[in-house]
């Protein structure tokens, strides 16, 4: 099976900024596009940032030129740098793992699917 860890977020004034790291576990070959979103109850779940395998790399509007996504495929983690933050960045942040090629030694096949973490709370608050 595969699992993606989540680590850092918590509480942080406006202006501040904070890390997360999401790390793939797993017999995995390859990890698509590697993303974050963020959720706010009652609302949608939004695309914060994505990096594809070959560095590619998508912002929501929201937080371009605050926010800086990155990965190591070595370590099939991806990382986003939260910088300036604001009172509306205040949210759940969920990492996201798309087409994710993984060996299941239980069936003895190789499989593709999508991978979601527990999400992390992100807090800007005074």
């Known amino acids: 099976q595969v699992q993606l860890v989540e680590s850092g977020g918590g509480l942080v004034q406006p202006g501040g900024s904070l890390s997360l790291s999401c790390a793939a576990s797993g017999s995995i070959f390859s990890i698509g596009v590697m993303g974050w979103y963020r959720q706010i109850p009652g609302t949608q779940r939004e695309l914060v940032a994505s990096?594809?395998?070959?560095?590619?790399?998508t912002y929501g509007d929201s937080v371009k030129g605050r926010f800086t996504i990155y990965r190591d495929n070595a370590k099939n983690t991806v990382y986003l740098q939260m910088n300036s933050l604001k009172l509306e960045d205040t949210a759940v942040y969920y990492c996201n793992a798309n087409r994710v090629q993984w060996r299941d030694y239980l069936y003895f096949t190789n499989r593709v699917r999508d991978y979601w973490g527990q999400g992390t709370q992100v807090t800007v608050s005074s």
């Open positions: 990096v594809a395998g070959d560095g590619t790399t």
